[in-house]
């Protein structure tokens, strides 16, 4: 099973940047997608991104659009969450988790809209420990 290790978050300024890693390690698969989700104290699970492994066609969520912006490194097998001008409403644990084999890469594209639209966890089977940010003043 793949193993993901998240690291880079903090305590950060409102306005600031913050850039996360997920490193992953172990057997992969062909076509899947690494998404990162954040939760906040008494709030649901929010999923905040999404990358195809294959492709790297990136989504992100509305609620960050413009701000934050996701990458990947396949020689590193590390992805990236880069966070801009950050609130405090981006305060939370995040998470990130990489899916179920999907075969073929439209699929990968279709369950990032999806996770994206829904938040469905149902095909995401490794996860991170988490790294905790915090935007205060």
């Known amino acids: 099973q793949v193993q993901l290790v998240e690291s880079g978050g903090g305590l950060v300024q409102p306005g600031e940047s913050l850039r996360l890693s997920c490193a992953a390690s172990?057997?992969?698969?062909?076509?899947?997608?690494i998404s990162w989700f954040r939760q906040a104290p008494g709030k649901e699970r929010e999923a905040v991104s999404c990358?195809?492994?294959?492709?790297?066609?990136?989504y992100v969520a509305d609620s960050v659009k413009g701000r934050f912006a996701v990458s990947r490194d396949n020689v590193k097998n590390t992805v990236y969450l880069h966070m801009n001008s950050l609130k405090p409403e981006d305060t939370g644990v995040y998470y990130c988790?990489?899916?179920?084999?999907?075969?073929?890469?439209?699929?990968?594209?279709?369950?990032?809209?999806?996770?994206?639209?829904?938040?469905?966890?149902?095909?995401?089977?490794?996860w991170g420990q988490g790294t905790q940010v915090t935007v205060s003043t």
């Open positions: 988790a990489t899916s179920n084999e999907q075969g073929i890469l439209p699929l990968v594209l279709e369950l990032c809209r999806q996770t994206l639209r829904q938040g469905d966890v149902s095909e995401y089977h490794s």
């Open positions: 172990g057997p992969t698969a062909d076509y899947y997608a």
């Open positions: 990358i195809s492994n294959s492709d790297g066609e990136a």
